[in-house]
């Protein structure tokens, strides 16, 4: 199972250059890889219940390992994941036809399909993380993917730094719980796998409340929770597969799908309840009326994407088993219709040069194929029977009246929330395609062949799954069973018969397609209202307050950077100075002790020497007023440092210092002749400044040597680099030893940051000498 994570990463990496042979058709051989791997999944479902779990050895030292679970939860979002991705590629061919980009953006979006199958099929909470920031990280690239667009680069930063918040939250979250785990008697090698936490009692634990908050929150973050959603809106700048991807089977998801993931851990307490429920039922009717006030297809898809997610977490908050049964059914009844009506979104788009529902119409004749999938997709976005949707809507308004006063409320705001939901379905589905031609920046013209099938096959699996609805019957099945943590039967069926029930389900559901078309029928002339009042929401909601933190966040930002980065060498020296007393100095001076000191020391007239030589050195470079005498009294410091070191039989210190200050030299020299001939004068007062800076500095990195002396020394490490340093890294000089192979890491990253500085010298030159060379011309 393993390399169902990783095969989508290894191909975005030949994705670029299968692109430069393939062309335009390299999302349809990249789609092969997708297809493959559902059928796979589809062949590993747990028919049985039995689960396939997976563990290798990741980092050892802190209980983490790369651990993998295939039960009917992970396996049914895996194929959701993959199912899907074979969709989006081939649309994705004919959508960016001979696009030059299309081998970046196959790379981005088959990582991002990578990490969101990680996430599904990940068995222990540091793994889930990794690839929990993966998809943020990729998300945001494809979000950015049009980077020369300001507001496809802001839309992108938005969502990254809103889900990778929440991302951060989620990790403490994380830590808490194995620390609970530990405590309730699992080994720290077990205590991240979530498949082990079910079976602990971790709700009576201190960590419980914090560690579910804190998860709950990276869970909205992702899936866009009130007052987290304005992300997702904004992400409709990215092209149109990726926004069908996202919406329909990916990243939004991840937060549903982790709540559902831990339920058997954390759920059935009444802080879960009252956390997890009240906010999607918000969520879902925030979304519903701020969808009636678009008029860009894509943004009432987002907002409607939104409702839906908070329909989810609503009944994921609920936990009852019937609850589990609505969410599940919705999950893939919202997967199928939603990326049907995204690649209808994107398909107008493309072919027309507009979204705006407002300017398009008489397109039936054109694309009829178009116009059928979204007719539906509509439908089964809007509840209608026999769709899919039906089914979905069905059992929610069930879970409802199976609770008291609680599911009244429910029923109300979902009810409300169905009607936008309805009404904005069939604004989708007619007004593009039945309203009298209007004028639109391009010719409409029949879509590609890629782009037709990809938007009708979702939407005829819509229908047929409400024809038919045993089919998915053992799967949904399966993927209840892992979220309750017991076995749950569902039995999907169009017709239940006459019982109270059913007839008040039928009533309800009637009353909401009703009024939703009456809404319909009106908002030709309400829309222009609908769409000021949902901009003044926008404008005054979290996204205000986002825009507002974000740009006081810059505005602190630029104003730090006036003060610390100046262009003014001495403010940078003295900046660094004070930081280093304020860090430094009280720490020294609480570490030193007060009955051993300085006067307890051994020390030897030549060290002394060497040391009033090294002082003498300091105090008259500061005194010469030539600037040659001064780099010449500074290299006499750093010699006479250079003999303490040998003094001190430390000859590779001594030898590399020596090389620094004849090096130093030489650069100074050089220098000088760049600098003015008259150097401005100082103020008295900012001489007196830089001298006690300058005298409480060296006292602070005195008092740190002293009191390190102080420190008894542990020979235990010493000696063991001694020992190993021949039979382990096969060499004599111990240093170098512990340099090249003890701590090769840490060297290998000293080198790079010298490396990577340089470049950017190197980079910042030559820009310079082009800049130039252009102001000369």
Do not use: C
Request: aromatic letters at 10%; proline letters at 5%; zero cysteines.
């Amino acid at each position: 199972m393993t390399w169902v994570i990783f095969l989508p990463f290894l191909a975005a990496l030949a994705a670029p250059l299968l692109f430069r042979v393939l062309g335009r058709f390299t999302g349809l051989a990249l789609a092969l890889l997708p297809a493959g791997l559902t059928l796979y999944l589809a062949t590993r479902l747990p028919w049985n219940g039995a689960e396939l779990l997976t563990a290798t050895p990741w980092a050892t030292g802190l209980g983490v390992n790369f651990a993998i679970r295939l039960d009917g939860l992970s396996a049914s979002f895996a194929l959701l994941i993959s199912g899907i991705g074979v969709l989006i590629l081939i649309y994705s061919a004919g959508y960016f036809g001979s696009d030059r980009r299309q081998g970046r953006f196959y790379a981005f979006l088959l990582a991002f399909m990578g990490a969101m199958l990680g996430i599904v099929l990940a068995d222990d909470l540091i793994t889930l993380y990794v690839f929990w920031e993966l998809t943020s990280l990729f998300s945001f690239l494809l979000i950015g993917f049009d980077h020369k667009k300001p507001e496809a680069r802001t839309a992108a930063l938005k969502s990254l730094l809103v889900t990778t918040g929440g991302g951060l939250a989620m990790l403490a979250g994380f830590v808490l719980l194995i620390i609970a785990a530990t405590q309730a008697g699992k080994p720290l090698a077990e205590a991240a796998r979530i498949s082990a936490l079910a079976g602990l009692e971790l709700r009576g634990s201190p960590f419980y409340a914090p560690a579910l908050i804190l998860i709950v929150i990276g869970a909205f973050t992702k899936s866009a929770q009130f007052p987290f959603h304005f992300w997702l809106p904004a992400a409709m700048t990215a092209p149109t597969p990726v926004s069908a991807y996202l919406h329909s089977a990916t990243m939004v998801k991840a937060g549903v799908f982790l709540l559902a993931r831990l339920s058997p851990a954390l759920g059935g307490t009444g802080l879960w309840l009252w956390l997890v429920t009240p906010v999607g039922a918000i969520t879902m009717l925030v979304g519903a009326a701020m969808a009636a006030g678009q008029h860009d297809v894509k943004r009432i898809l987002a907002y409607a994407t939104v409702s839906v997610l908070g329909i989810l977490t609503m009944l994921l908050g609920l936990g009852t088993e019937e609850a589990i049964k609505a969410a599940v059914v919705y999950v893939f009844a919202h997967a199928l219709y939603k990326v049907s009506l995204f690649l209808v979104a994107g398909t107008l788009d493309r072919q027309t040069g507009t979204r705006d529902v407002t300017q398009l119409g008489g397109l039936f004749r054109v694309m009829p194929a178009i116009a059928m999938a979204a007719l539906l997709a509509a439908l089964s976005q809007a509840g209608a029977p026999p769709l899919f949707g039906f089914l979905g809507k069905e059992l929610l308004l069930k879970v409802k009246l199976d609770l008291e006063w609680v599911g009244r409320v429910l029923i109300v705001l979902a009810t409300l929330a169905n009607i936008f939901l309805v009404a904005m379905a069939l604004v989708i589905a007619i007004w593009p395609f039945y309203r009298a031609p209007r004028p639109t920046p391009r010719q409409p013209h029949h879509p590609p062949l890629a782009m037709s099938l990809t938007a009708l096959v979702p939407a005829i699996l819509s229908l047929l799954v409400g024809l038919v609805p045993n089919i998915f019957d053992q799967t949904l099945g399966l993927m209840a069973s892992a979220i309750a943590g017991r076995p749950v039967a569902i039995k999907l069926e169009l017709w239940h018969g006459l019982n109270p029930a059913a007839l008040i389900s039928m009533a309800i559901t009637a009353a909401t397609l009703t009024v939703g078309f009456l809404l319909f029928l009106r908002l030709h002339t309400w829309l222009e209202h609908t769409v000021v009042a949902a901009h003044h929401l926008e404008r005054r909601g979290p996204a205000a307050a986002y825009d507002f933190l974000y740009e006081g966040l810059e505005r602190f930002a630029k104003g730090l950077t006036a003060i610390v980065q100046s262009g003014y060498l001495r403010r940078y020296v003295l900046v660094i100075l004070l930081v280093l007393i304020v860090a430094v100095g009280y720490p020294a001076l609480r570490a030193f002790p007060a009955d051993r000191g300085v006067l307890q020391m051994s020390l030897r007239w030549p060290e002394a020497g060497l040391a009033l030589l090294a002082l003498a050195g300091a105090l008259l470079a500061v005194a010469f007023r030539s600037p040659l005498a001064s780099v010449v009294a500074l290299g006499v410091t750093g010699m006479a440092i250079a003999l303490l070191f040998a003094t001190f039989s430390a000859p590779d210190l001594a030898i590399t210092l020596v090389g620094v200050e004849i090096l130093s030299v030489v650069l100074f020299v050089l220098l000088l002749r760049h600098l003015p001939r008259e150097a401005t004068r100082r103020s008295p007062r900012i001489q007196l400044r830089d001298a006690l800076v300058a005298v409480v500095a060296g006292g602070t990195m005195a008092l740190l040597v002293l009191a390190a002396a102080q420190v008894p020394d542990d020979l235990s490490i010493a000696q063991f680099f001694a020992k190993a340093a021949y039979s382990a890294g096969h060499g004599r000089n111990v240093v170098n030893v512990i340099l090249v192979d003890f701590r090769a890491l840490d060297t290998l990253g000293e080198i790079t940051v010298i490396g990577a500085a340089a470049m950017g010298v190197v980079a910042i030159l030559r820009l310079s000498r082009r800049t130039q060379a252009r102001e000369r011309q």
